[in-house]
């Protein structure tokens, strides 16, 4: 809070830079339109009419009062006037890698619990009750959540613009807060009604608050910073991610509670995610605050009046004042404000927003469903392969006893039935089970230990196993168990990769990105890859680890482009609904793809390889044909996408904004390097 106080206090009189920028606005409108009359510049948005518009000479309005004469003394003060208008905007200040850091931890304590499901695949499935339909019952956790964002986003998104990115922050963050709770209370009493409703509080939270933690940076990083905070941000976040990918296995994997216990680090998580969006409540209201009431004085705007009232007097520009210090509607504007943004505005959303709304519908549906399964299809495919049962004459010698534990005094090995050697079992192969089990609690001294008293499988299958229990642990099979945990573990380490890149790459492609352009053309190279790397996971039997980096480099490069390109596409009051309609269209997927991959796995006799990674490269594939689509239509629309954005552009966005703000709130006014072209050129003043 001290460090943005300062940053204030040395800010230069707001008001003076609204006096330059506004001279700096009209001069250069003289310069490029055919009415030169001082109505023509549009304060609030509205249409202009001028009585006197039949007027043909060129007028100026300096609004200190001199003449043309006084060109050369009145450009220095331009350029301390359009430093000046620096400070009118959050951007200018130093407190905004501070707002940043603290966006960052908030979607750190999102991303770890979104992500706890899919770090316990295998736990969940020991712990909860046995079912044929586990794999549906775990992909609705991420079916249930995202189902309330096909809707929210394009709300939340509006209400961010109605209401401010920072409040909304802290209502969202309370959402997750609450949906963690639930979860956590479903996973101990092993109900997966409960569970799937706190996964849909979660994400009633969860997405919008993307929504406006993505509003808060683009509000707060303008121009060429915004694609590298962005960067910045998404890197942090991620490592939520990555920690739950380690932690969690480990933790699920101590014994007794241990799933639980991983559950409510999710839920503390959250916690602290609710308590640092109120700081940023603060921080961005203290800026709000101190910006407004520099650039609002009372005695600056009374100066400014009677600055443009002597300037009339003087035959030298036109009063756009009435008596009341009111902007006038027959000398100047008609003040036709508009009310506020309204969802109905997406009607206006160009093809291009579309087609990168489809690009990401797709693209993103190989990357999180990907990752949702990433631990099973690992475990399957590469580090807990099929038992060497289920592929020769394998079996225990006593197929009806435990095989490692206190319960089995003796050996229990598995042979080859042909011809009576101890199989050989692959590191990556899981350990033979027995056939049957038949035990209950007065087997042995230490059952206070099991959470069962009765434990009969006439016909045992891996999902009657629950390793977090004592009884397989320790008593029965441990070598099974252990050899799962480890598993587990490594393949929670292996699919970290790709949010490691992400993580460490992001920052600097987002700054690359903003040098380079070429956006959509990235895109394109991205689905490519993402294509090849599910291509390999599919049909080779290769390490997982190349794979992964591919899938990686992938993700980080998409994500570097694509969010970014979204308030490229729109205008700028705009920009959250936008960010909304892209995230809830990026929902529509993400609610359904769970569902489908379920049913391919159910469909292929319970696997994942090769059919479900089928699935993942046609949607690689789908991005890479709207790709292309993409980059013929950036092309129509001044390669917004794929060129760097000029000096000559940022220029107009600036003019196109001093005409549209309904408030006369100058403190948009753009960096002093959008003027200097204005200024160098001599046009600065005439």
């Known amino acids: 809070m001290i460090s943005l106080e300062r940053d204030l206090e040395r800010e230069p009189n707001p008001f003076r830079s609204f006096s330059y920028a506004l001279n700096d606005g009209i001069s250069a409108m003289d310069g490029n339109t055919n009415n030169n009359d001082v109505s023509s510049l549009n304060l609030d948005g509205g249409d202009c009419v001028d009585d006197d518009a039949s007027s043909s000479q060129p007028r100026t309005v300096p609004l200190n009062g001199n003449s043309g004469e006084d060109d050369a003394s009145q450009r220095q003060p331009h350029r301390s006037a359009a430093a000046a208008s620096r400070t009118q905007r959050k951007s200018s200040l130093r407190s905004r890698w501070i707002v940043l850091g603290l966006t960052c931890i908030v979607m750190t304590g999102s991303y770890y619990a979104y992500d706890i499901p899919s770090a316990l695949h295998q736990q969940l499935q020991d712990y909860m009750p046995p079912s044929s339909n586990y794999e549906t019952h775990f992909n609705l956790l991420y079916t249930v959540y995202s189902i309330p964002n096909v809707i929210l986003p394009l709300f939340g998104g509006n209400v ?251 050996m229990n090995s598995a042979l080859d039935a042909s011809n009576g050697h101890v199989c050989l079992i692959a590191p990556s192969q899981a350990p033979v089970l027995p056939s049957s089990v038949n035990h209950t609690s007065r087997d042995s001294d ?89 291509l390999t996971l599919a049909l080779a039997a290769s390490s997982p680890i190349g794979p992964m980096i591919g899938q990686g480099i992938a993700y980080s490069l998409y994500a570097a482009v694509l969010w970014p390109s979204v308030p490229l596409t729109v205008p700028k009051q705009y920009t959250g609904t936008a960010f909304g309609v892209i995230t809830s269209i990026q929902n529509i997927g993400l609610a359904l793809f769970p569902l489908v991959i379920a049913g391919i796995y159910n469909a292929s006799g319970g696997r994942y390889i090769p059919h479900v990674e089928f699935f993942f490269m046609a949607c690689a594939a789908a991005g890479v044909v709207v790709g292309f689509f993409m980059n013929r239509l950036d092309g129509r629309y001044g390669n917004k996408l794929n060129s760097v954005t000029s000096t000559e552009e940022e220029e107009e966005v600036v003019i196109d904004s001093i005409r549209e703000d309904a408030d006369g709130d100058f403190a948009d006014v753009e960096d002093d390097e959008y003027f200097s072209p204005l200024l160098h050129s001599g046009q600065g003043i005439s």
């Open 160 to 410: 961010v613009d109605r209401h401010g990115a920072p409040l909304c922050l802290t209502c969202f963050a309370s959402l997750l807060f609450m949906g963690s709770i639930l979860l956590s209370i479903g996973v101990h009493n092993k109900s997966w009604e409960v569970m799937y409703m706190g996964r849909f509080v979660f994400g009633l939270g969860a997405e919008s608050l993307c929504v406006a933690q993505s509003t808060i940076v683009s509000e707060w990083f303008e121009g060429r910073e915004v694609a590298f905070a962005m960067g910045v941000g998404l890197a942090v976040s991620r490592l939520g991610s990555i920690w739950n990918n380690v932690v969690s296995p480990k933790v699920a994997n101590s014994g007794g509670r241990g799933i639980e216990a991983a559950f409510w680090i999710g839920a503390v998580l959250t916690s602290c995610s609710l308590v640092t969006s109120g700081l940023i409540v603060l921080v961005d209201r203290r800026a709000t605050k101190q910006l407004e009431r520099r650039a609002g004085g009372d005695e600056a705007l009374q100066s400014l009046t009677v600055a443009l009232l002597e300037e009339n007097e003087d035959g030298r520009g036109e009063n756009v004042f009435d008596e009341n210090n009111e902007p006038s509607t027959t000398k100047a504007c008609t003040a036709t404000v508009e009310s506020g943004v309204h969802i109905t505005d997406i009607k206006t959303f160009t093809p291009l927003f579309w087609l990168l709304t489809l690009s990401c519908f797709v693209v993103y549906g190989c990357v999180l469903p990907f990752n949702n399964v990433a631990s099973g299809i690992l475990l399957e495919r590469n580090y807990f392969t099929s038992p060497p049962e289920d592929n020769n004459n394998c079996g225990l010698e006593y197929p009806n006893q435990c095989t490692v534990g206190y319960l089995q005094l003796g």
């Open 446 to 534: 230490q059952s206070s230990e099991w959470e069962e008293t009765i434990y009969s499988y006439p016909s045992l299958t891996s999902t009657n196993v629950d390793c977090g229990d004592s009884f397989w642990m320790d008593a029965c099979t441990s070598d099974y168990c252990q050899k799962q945990n480890a598993a587990t573990e490594h393949a929670g380490k292996v699919m970290s990769i790709p949010y490691l890149i992400s993580a460490m790459s992001s920052p600097p492609l987002g700054h690359l990105v903003d040098r380079i352009g070429r956006r959509a053309q990235i895109a394109i190279f991205s689905s490519s890859l993402l294509f090849v790397v599910h």
